[in-house]
């Protein structure tokens, strides 16, 4: 073989199943080899990996980088140099910018915008709401997935009835496009936090009373019955509590093609942290009872929760400390404190680290149709790499974030575990714990990449289909 352009030499390699001691080869961004050192080709370039662990560099498959809209919160650059810092190697952003990602032009202008700026490679997510089914297959074409709200968070998506819901379904299946979910009912919240405003309460635990479980297990259970229908392929973001794994696993078990995601806030932090966090822990849906931390954890363990995102959603920090739990903005960053977190419960015997690649790389590329050219280090897969110290011992501090956002419920949390060198397509970008100077536009979409299995077969019946055919759904006036 050809010299190759760089040997990692002698790290811990993680898969899902195994963590074998080797070198990894990689030439012209794809892993080439990975094995023992006397196996491996000539290289212009070596890393010493010894006492470290290398990692398939984590796919987040939910973060809020606000580029086009909210530069003061975070912009592409930035968020994908958090992401670097934190082993994380590709993206999923979100549709909530302003303007949402919901026709062609918007999201050919993001796509441009995207490419010029990030260090890691992106997935888009496209907006499916009433406004924008007429442009599905359009839209299709380049996004990794879609993104509906069935409940209002920050950005003030319009929330789709349930009869415009399944003709969303039904348009999407048609492109074997996966849409993930902020499932929570709206009009619970809306009478909830009404009743809490009127009784004049403005404290952080009246956002939890706003919002009760209750919210999320309907939406889950909707939008399982829903997908069953249509045949769609659907994922439920951010799980925040235990009752809402009941419907997902049944949904799982009659065969629908639905995911679950959780989030480490939901697995490290609770009511308790209300007092301490105020508004800096206000997040959509709330942080719950700690009574939930155990379940989700078991859910992670057992399949029926699949991957662990983040819902990176940076805010300033005079945004996120105001008096009035009501106009404190929702959510924090997390794409660059993931992995940390994650490595620390696994260094206090939680779970394995393979566990970890599981969900933080493998599951979120084979769910995403990107596997095995990500979300695994073999040979044939691009070069997405996170090389960790799991013994490191650190202290997050939200001053040194990447993020343009400094400010996180995780802030004074002692960690152990931290990615040392982020590798993008064989590239650094970020090494020895900075970022690489030359990597902004290196990031580019997966969608040229992503291989769906074909549209599933949808529920409705064949009279029914015909009839359906000849009353095609138009742009115009929709039920409500
Ligand atoms: O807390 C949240 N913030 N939850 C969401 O669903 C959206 C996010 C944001 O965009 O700020
Ligand atoms: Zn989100």
Known sequence: MNAVDLV????KVVSPDSVIEACVAIKDGIVVAVGAEAAMPSARETLDASGLHVLPGAIDVHVHFRDPGYPHKEDFESGTAAAAFGGVTTVFDMPNTIPPTGTPEILAAKHKMAAEKAHVDFGLYGLLGEDTIEHVPELAKTVIGFKLYMGNTFGAIPTPSTGVTLEAFETVALTGKRVSLHAEENSTMVNRETRMRNAGRVDPLAHLASRPAVVAIEAVSRAAILAEWTGARIHILHISS???LRPLREAKARGVDITGETCPHYLVLSSEDYARFAGVIRVNPPVREKRNQEPLWAALADGCVDVIATDHAPHSPEEKTRNDIWTVDCGFPGVETQMPIMLTEAAAGRFSVCDYVRWSAASPAKIWGLYPRKGVIQPGAEADIAIVDINREWTIDDAKLQSRSKITPFHGRRMKGL????????RFVMRDRVLARDTR?????????????PPRPQNTDQTMQAILRAAPAGAGERGR
């Open 8 to 11: 990692i030499r002698s790290g």
């Open 242 to 244: 235990a009752e809402e």
């Open 419 to 426: 990615p040392i060198h982020t590798l993008v397509r064989g």
């Open 441 to 453: 536009g290196w990031g580019r979409s997966v969608h040229t990449i992503q291989r769906l299995p």
